[in-house]
């Protein structure tokens, strides 16, 4: 009794259990996060095709993911018997942990943000140039042809478009001259950046917006799961819990993606009245406002483009998004060296 009354001992003085009870509720909230988010993009879809959408489960049928994930639950995991079974299985663990790990520097109000780095912007940079890996591995691992080739799409899209995505938010640190989320939206008390920095900064955020939707493989960049040429491309061959940790985290690095254009051009938490929040949850509010309308964007792009072919993709990115972004690069520092900057 006396080394079990240790071990408990132990657990709380270091504090232990505070972090896994913390990073229990982080796991649940964004768990919920992204369940919402697939509700959002069907009741979406169903508005741009005019049709009512999930109105069964629940009122207006709000309980429909969270029907669909037991349902994805009790399901059988099957898989080939050819994959390389240490590879399959981790790959879908190893995309779903990335897109958690970018949640951790985000400023989502004043106080509630988990790590304030002062190299945020790389880390989020980084983290989402990683997560390729484990769509990669995926696609590889499970001996499947349509699987290995949107595997190797999604490599091809990632590198090419994380370039415009790294400009566009370089374009910015210029502007601001900090690579740190909690001060570039301090810098924004004085007006948002995307106003702030003339007419370089909307063409980032433009540009942006573009990349960012092609690095998540979302229509009209889903080449990878094109599903007239490749079934369900790199998570053909996966079921279960595992084929929803795919689709989990492809919908929470859309809300990264939109939350991370909220922080850099559009201030973040802080309300776009110019009103100090009085209440403690106010920038949260307005943090959250502010990326579902982005999030709201990139699911319109779905409904309003058709699908590129490989080689118009790259040359998207290749000939025209990465030479704008240089040139705009460029004149965000001319802005800057001359002082130009509005404030508001």
């Known amino acids: 009794m006396n080394s079990i009354s240790n071990i408990i001992d132990w657990f709380i003085n270091t504090g232990v259990l505070n972090m896994a009870l913390i990073a229990l509720i982080y796991l649940t909230v964004f768990a919920l996060l992204g369940l919402f988010l697939v509700l959002l993009e069907r009741k979406v879809a169903a508005w741009f095709q005019l049709r009512i959408g999930p109105n069964r ?13 037991l349902k994805l639950v009790s399901k059988e ?3 080939t018997v050819k994959a390389d079974k240490f590879l399959y299985n981790l790959a879908p663990y190893f995309v779903i942990v990335t897109s958690l790990m970018a949640l951790a520097v985000f400023p989502f109000t004043k106080d509630l943000q988990a790590f304030d780095i002062n190299i945020g912007i790389f880390f989020l940079i980084a983290i989402s140039s ?24 999604s490599g091809v899209q990632t590198v090419s478009y994380e370039l415009s995505v790294g400009l566009s938010l370089l374009t910015m640190v210029i502007l601001t001259g900090s690579l740190q989320l909690s001060e570039i ?26 990349a960012g939707t ?28 595992k084929f929803a940790y ?5 919908f929470i690095n859309m809300f990264i993606i939109a939350a991370i254009a909220t922080t850099i051009f559009f201030g973040g938490w802080l ?32 409904w309003t483009f058709p699908r590129l072919r490989v080689d118009q993709l790259l040359t ?29």
């Open 316 to 344: 998207l990115e290749w000939k025209y998004l990465l030479p704008i972004n240089l040139v705009n690069l460029v004149l965000m520092a001319v802005i800057v060296w001359l002082n130009l900057t509005i404030q508001i």
């Open 185 to 210: 939206i301090e810098v924004q008390k004085s007006g948002w950046l995307i106003v702030q920095g003339h007419i370089p900064a909307i063409i980032a955020f433009m540009i942006y917006m573009i």
């Open 77 to 79: 995991l099957t898989g």
């Open 130 to 153: 990683i997560g390729v890996i484990g769509i990669l591995l995926g696609g590889w691992s499970s001996n499947n042809k349509f699987a290995l080739i949107g595997a190797m799409r």
């Open 246 to 250: 795919f689709f989990l985290a492809e």
């Open 271 to 302: 309300s776009p009245f110019g009103i100090t929040e009085s209440l403690p949850w106010m920038g949260l509010f307005w943090f959250l406002v502010k990326t579902f309308v982005l999030v709201f964007l990139m699911m319109w792009f779905r």
């Open 214 to 241: 092609a690095e998540t493989n979302r229509a009209p960049f889903d080449m990878v799961e094109a599903e007239s040429e490749l079934g369900a491309g790199y998570h053909t061959e996966y079921s279960g819990m």
């Open 57 to 69: 489960v629940g009122y207006l049928g709000l309980f429909q993911t969270i029907a669909d994930a």
